[in-house]
């Protein structure tokens, strides 16, 4: 047996290793069995290096894991058994699953929990419905900006439900905005889980410094994480889906 790298047979038992309960994985994402410690490097080898960068991708999975799944809360209601099963065992990841070495996590677990946190997130964009926002400068059609958003906006969601703009309402705060304000029923109930805008100026008074505008922006994630609603911003969409 080589060190702490033999699988055992799968089985639901589950056992301490170092003190804290591990679980074997597969490439599915799902806890399996459980698996012996894995050997802490040595300081300054060679895989000294590569441990540490495994050990932030972990936190750093596990981070927006937590965050996937505090917004499936929103939408489980609509969920049938088979999904809600696939949450729960998301769930494992957070209250149950860890590394055998957090220092040194091994690179079957970092492949096992990217896996989940892809499948969690395209679960959540199946039941996403979501809703556009303009901030027009002047008076014109808004629907090719609507539709802009709506291509963007698709990985993201089931589809867009609500469309609503505002018209050259400079000095109006947000929540003055009657398009904004007939929007905010619609997150406030429930029936809409992601804003979608084209960028933090159509949150904010038109001329305001780039510091004011992201202040606009944080200041409604705040809010609409108290409804289980998130904010995409379209010319940030360099990120990956989903990226909180």
């Known amino acids: 047996m080589t060190r702490g790298h033999r699988r055992r047979p799968h089985h639901k038992s589950m056992r301490a290793a170092g003190g804290v309960r591990q679980f074997a994985y597969q490439e599915c994402g799902l806890p399996v069995t459980a698996r012996p410690a894995s050997p802490r490097p040595r300081a300054g080898g060679p895989e000294d290096s590569e441990a540490h960068l495994r050990a932030r991708r972990a936190v750093e999975l596990r981070r927006q894991l937590a965050t996937v799944l505090y917004s499936v809360d929103a939408v489980l209601p609509l969920l049938t058994p088979e999904v809600t099963q696939a949450v729960d065992g998301a769930r494992q990841w957070l209250d149950e699953i860890t590394p055998a070495n957090p220092l040194d ?91 979608v805008v084209r960028s933090a100026a159509d949150l904010s008074t038109p001329g305001t410094s780039l510091v004011y505008r992201n202040q606009a922006a944080e200041t409604l994630t705040v809010w609409l994480a108290r409804h289980r609603a998130r904010l995409l911003v379209a010319d940030q969409l360099a990120r990956p889906p989903g990226s909180p």
């Open 105 to 195: 996590p091994a690179s079957t677990y970092i492949r096992a929990l990217e896996h989940t946190v892809r499948i969690t997130r395209e679960l959540l964009a199946r039941h996403t419905v979501a809703a556009t926002y303009l901030h027009l400068d002047s008076e014109r059609p808004p629907w090719a900006d609507h539709q802009r958003l709506e291509i963007a906006s698709a990985p993201y969601c089931r589809h867009v439900a609500v469309r609503q703009h505002d018209v050259a309402t400079s000095g109006w705060a947000l929540e003055q905005r009657p398009g904004f304000a007939r929007l905010r029923g619609d997150i406030e109930d429930g029936r809409v889980q992601l804003l």
